[in-house]
């Protein structure tokens, strides 16, 4: 709007007025109305180039963080460089296969080198797992390779996979365990018991191993002769059971 557009309009009028007076009141009275209504204009134009550059700076704060769609990696909102995965500890008693993914993942996201890798390793080997250090010579700890190498032989599941299939025959189903907590803790042992079984064939045996961890002869035959072919068929055939069970007892 310019500023002769501004002296035609009602609203214009309105405003020149009340800056007339109000620069009366501070002193200032030059009594032109064309030069009130150039400067209201000016000063308009300026507040407008003022959002806008502040807008513009504000987009750029908030996404031009140096990332790109092509950069897979994570930024936070301050621009303080990539997001790390934290490495989990490692002392032996859980199972190798999976904190070794863990840690392949981590390396991979977090783009360590081999020295990296090293020395995060050794880092996150606690309790029985950090006896490498003191039982084991020092080119083997020196190397990223001989390292996992050496924990491969000591806790990987082929190598504990009798004893995980005796815990499988001995396990029952706890006072108070839910189905689902037996469920996934069959799956876990059958995994680290049968590495090398296909998939179909350890669901076979591992709707077996559920069944038998019922404890409760008529409620396992029940599930057997609905013949589940795989552990989560097994699972959800027993929670089925378990509500008619339930409905029963209350008719």
């Known amino acids: 709007m310019t500023d002769g557009e501004l002296v035609r309009t009602s609203q214009g009028q309105g405003t020149i007025r009340a800056v007339m007076k109000n620069r009366k009141k501070t002193g200032v009275d030059d009594g032109d109305e064309?030069?009130?209504?150039?400067?209201?204009?000016?000063?308009?134009?300026?507040?407008?180039?003022?959002?806008?550059?502040?807008?513009?700076?504000?987009?750029?704060?908030?996404?031009?963080?140096?990332?790109?769609?092509?950069?897979?990696?994570v930024r936070t909102g301050r621009g303080n460089g990539p997001l790390r995965i934290k490495l989990q500890k490692f002392d032996g008693s859980s199972?190798?296969?999976?904190?070794?993914?863990?840690?392949?993942?981590?390396?991979?996201?977090?783009?360590?080198?081999e020295r990296d890798k090293l020395a995060f390793m050794k880092g996150a080997l606690t309790g029985n797992a950090a006896q490498v250090f003191w039982d084991t010579d020092r080119s083997t700890v020196g190397s990223f390779q001989k390292l996992v190498d050496m924990l491969k032989r000591r806790?990987?599941?082929?190598?504990?996979?009798?004893?995980?299939?005796?815990?499988?025959?001995?396990?029952s189903?706890?006072?108070?365990?839910?189905?689902?907590?037996?469920?996934?803790?069959?799956?876990?042992?059958?995994?680290?018991?049968?590495?090398?079984?296909?998939?179909?064939?350890?669901?076979?045996?591992?709707?077996?191993?559920?069944?038998?961890?019922?404890?409760?002869?008529?409620f396992a035959l029940k599930i057997k002769e609905r013949a589940p072919t795989s552990l989560d068929e097994a699972l959800r055939i027993s929670l089925r059971s378990l509500g008619e069970k339930y409905e029963d007892s209350k008719e």
């Open 34 to 73: 064309d030069a009130v209504a150039r400067d209201i204009v000016n000063r308009n134009a300026e507040e407008t180039h003022l959002r806008t550059v502040m807008g513009q700076a504000v987009h750029s704060w908030r996404w031009d963080d140096g990332s790109s769609t092509e950069d897979d990696s």
């Open 95 to 113: 199972s190798w296969e999976t904190w070794w993914a863990h840690f392949k993942n981590c390396a991979s996201y977090n783009r360590w080198t």
């Open 155 to 171: 806790y990987s599941g082929e190598r504990q996979a009798e004893k995980y299939r005796a815990e499988l025959h001995i396990r």
């Open 173 to 218: 189903r706890k006072q108070n365990e839910s189905l689902s907590g037996l469920h996934q803790d069959i799956r876990r042992l059958m995994a680290l018991a049968y590495p090398k079984l296909t998939a179909d064939a350890r669901e076979e045996i591992a709707c077996d191993h559920f069944t038998n961890a019922l404890s409760d002869t008529d």
